[in-house]
């Protein structure tokens, strides 16, 4: 029966039975007749071609294929393996996942009938990753510019040792477009001990491989000792643009954490847990094995009551955590005797002491713990939050013994929640135990550290955020701690006892250490005198000798006329030059031209002393401006050679590290 036209009827009528019509009516109300002894549907295939009420459903009810929708097409079963692979490997999803119930339901038939086991997939982003390869190779083959290799060994889950590369460059788009790319080159699976001629070789194979040797500029690893070996060892090499320890560039981020670390170490936040290496690992008694840092080593549990607590508060952190944890080296965070100077007494009467400081970490890590374990505590915790109006988030994060900045999470938290916790505290059936209880003295502990702490945390934020640690801001960020930290120690000696100037004072003593070591490269401060605010006038407003500022400004004419400036132009002419007539040199004649040959080096041609002379660039409402897209602008509207080879000098002295 069709939809649009209700249930036929023959009226009564005394016509004969041949003669009568058999009455239909359309869903728009109008009859349509058709005579009984005609079969034709005629007049009704006419009548549903114009009926407007048809016309406006069918309109109502499109479906997907009325608006150019069709199915998910076909799929080709040997395309399958390779997009698995694909989907695997571009979010890091398990293997697994393709086998699950309910993956293979939203699943084409298609991709089910022909779905690769694990074992495939794991070959398949193997083979996939070597087919690409010649493209990557062809393509930093063309690339114009300076690169950069980040190193890092650490040991997996599941028992891999493996070196991570990563390929640090400057890419160009459309018009000035740029943006900095961090990209990862190769992971190599590491079969010796790490020695740093090992992994010189490992590095240098993987450099040869895609043909980046003449390109590399500068080489960011940690600290570890076996690194330094590695780089001498990669000197050795003659890499046409790699010169050894100048071109070392060790990472901020780790001497951030080693310099929180020392200034918390006084205090016990956490213990170190104790570590058992292979004998793999220890088969080598070499140079380079005089530091614990150096070396992966395997985790095992401490079951000494000493460190019971700890462990209790630190359920939650995974293997990769531990490991990370056992990157911070105790040797190279703690300082000799000799180089800490000038150390306070501690008294009785302080507010508080190293030793009252450990045990008032261990009552905010009870606190934090007894929040976390019990529902019913947290519920009267969060009760006596809203009452006294504390901020959000009602809650004392946990501190995680890899992570100093949980350290300031949690004091900030105690902070935020003081009232509260308090009261909380007097609890007998929801509180901590009485031996957590604290008071005004703890809380004023917690105060303090925050201070000292808080511009550790923003500059470990403002590094590790993709494409906003620049080289160029290293010594600022240097400059900012050791401010802040003798400010610290020296002015505010009524506010903090000896306790909390002692452990400035060991952090102030580690930076000096690492602000030595960018003496040991250049990049540092070139890169600066590059920056389009900081230029040499950074250096006069820190009141830097004046022959370290001419070292800075020698380093980077040093670097502008081996590698940037251009080759002066050849004569073509073939006859010699009409001789002028000489004219009588007058005195003053004769003064300007001495004049002259004595400014020759500082002439305004110079493009170093017309870069040094021009002014601060600023952003329109006078924030810093970014110098590696500043001097991109500047190299498309310069088209003198000068002009480019500077911005090509600066793009790569400025590049992101």
Not at 9 to 16: A, D, L, T, W
Not at 468 to 474: L, Y
Not at 601 to 610: K, R
Not at 629 to 656: D, Y
Request: proline content about 6%; charged content about 25%; aromatic content about 6%.
């Amino acid at each position: 029966m069709n939809r649009s036209l209700k249930e036929p009827c023959v009226p009564v009528s005394s016509q004969p039975s041949f003669l009568r019509l058999l009455i239909g009516t359309c869903i728009c109300g109008n009859n349509i007749n058709r005579p009984i002894y005609d079969s034709s549907p005629s007049n009704l295939s006419k009548h549903l071609a114009t009926c407007a009420v048809k016309i406006e459903k069918q309109t109502k009810d499109q479906g997907l294929t009325a608006v150019g929708v069709s199915g998910t097409g076909d799929v080709d079963a040997q395309e399958v393996p390779q997009l698995c692979a694909v989907w695997c490997a571009e979010a890091a999803r398990p293997f697994s996942a393709l086998g699950e119930r309910a993956h293979k339901g939203i699943m084409h038939p298609m991709v089910v009938r022909n779905l690769p086991t694990r074992k495939a997939v794991s070959n398949d982003i193997g083979r996939l990753y070597t087919a690409i390869q010649e493209d990557l190779i062809k393509s930093l083959k063309d690339h114009k510019g300076a690169m950069y290799l980040g190193l890092d060994a650490w040991q997996s889950p599941n028992g891999f040792d493996v070196l991570g590369t990563v390929l640090y460059r400057l890419v160009e788009g459309d018009g000035i477009a740029v943006h900095l790319e961090a990209m990862p080159l190769d992971f190599v699976q590491l079969q010796k001990s790490h020695t740093g001629y090992y992994l010189a070789k490992t590095v240098r194979a993987i450099v040869e491989k895609f043909g980046i040797k003449d390109k590399i500029c500068g080489i960011v690893t940690d600290n570890a000792s076996n690194n330094g070996t590695m780089i001498e060892t990669i000197k050795s090499y003659c890499w046409p643009r790699f010169q050894g320890e100048t071109q070392w560039i060790r990472c901020f981020a780790h001497i951030l954490n080693l310099i929180a670390q020392v200034i918390l170490r006084p205090f016990g936040s956490h213990k170190k847990k104790q570590t058992v290496a292979s004998a793999e690992d220890y088969s080598d008694k070499g140079e380079d094995y005089d530091d614990p840092d150096e070396d992966i080593q395997l985790m095992h549990e401490d079951t000494s009551d000493v460190a019971n607590e700890d462990l209790v508060d630190n359920e939650d952190v995974t293997p990769a955590d531990a490991l990370a944890a056992d990157l911070i080296n105790d040797d190279e965070i703690e300082l000799k005797d000799d180089d800490v100077h000038e150390l306070s007494e501690e008294e009785d009467n302080d507010c508080y002491t190293s030793i009252s400081c450990k045990a008032t970490l261990a009552k905010f890590r009870a606190i934090s713990r007894k929040l976390n374990k019990s529902p019913n505590s947290k519920a009267r915790f969060v009760e006596l939050c809203q009452d006294h109006k504390c901020l959000t988030p009602h809650n004392v994060q946990r501190d995680v013994r890899t992570r100093w900045n949980s350290t300031l999470i949690q004091l900030t938290g105690i902070l935020r929640c003081s009232a509260a916790i308090l009261e909380w505290q007097r609890d007998k059936r929801h509180g901590p135990a009485r031996e957590h209880h604290i008071n005004q003295d703890n809380l004023e502990l917690a105060k303090d550290l925050v201070e000292v702490l808080q511009p550790f945390y923003k500059i470990t934020l403002q590094v590790s955020t993709r494409g906003a640690a620049r080289i160029s801001d290293i010594v600022v960020f240097i400059d900012q701690i050791t401010g802040h930290l003798s400010s610290a120690i020296s002015e505010r000696q009524d506010e903090y006892p000896p306790a909390l100037r002692n452990a400035c004072c060991a952090g102030l003593q580690l930076t000096n250490k690492y602000y030595t070591l960018t003496d040991c490269s250049p990049l540092y401060r070139v890169a600066m005198v590059l920056h389009p605010l900081f230029k040499d006038e950074y250096f006069k407003l820190a009141k830097w000798k004046p022959e370290w500022i001419n070292e800075a400004i020698r380093l980077t004419r040093e670097m502008w006329e081996s590698h940037y400036k251009p080759s002066p132009p050849q004569l073509t002419t073939s006859q010699p030059p009409n001789p002028r007539p000489s004219q009588p040199k007058t005195c003053v004649l004769v003064g300007l031209a001495g004049a002259s040959e004595a400014r020759g080096t500082t002439s305004p041609t110079d493009p170093l002393q017309v870069w040094l002379a021009g002014g601060l660039a600023l952003t329109e409402d006078g924030r810093p401006v970014n110098p590696l897209k500043w001097w991109m602008r500047q190299h498309s509207r310069r088209a003198t050679p000068n002009g480019t080879r500077c911005a090509e000098l600066s793009r790569e002295a400025l590049e992101e590290q």
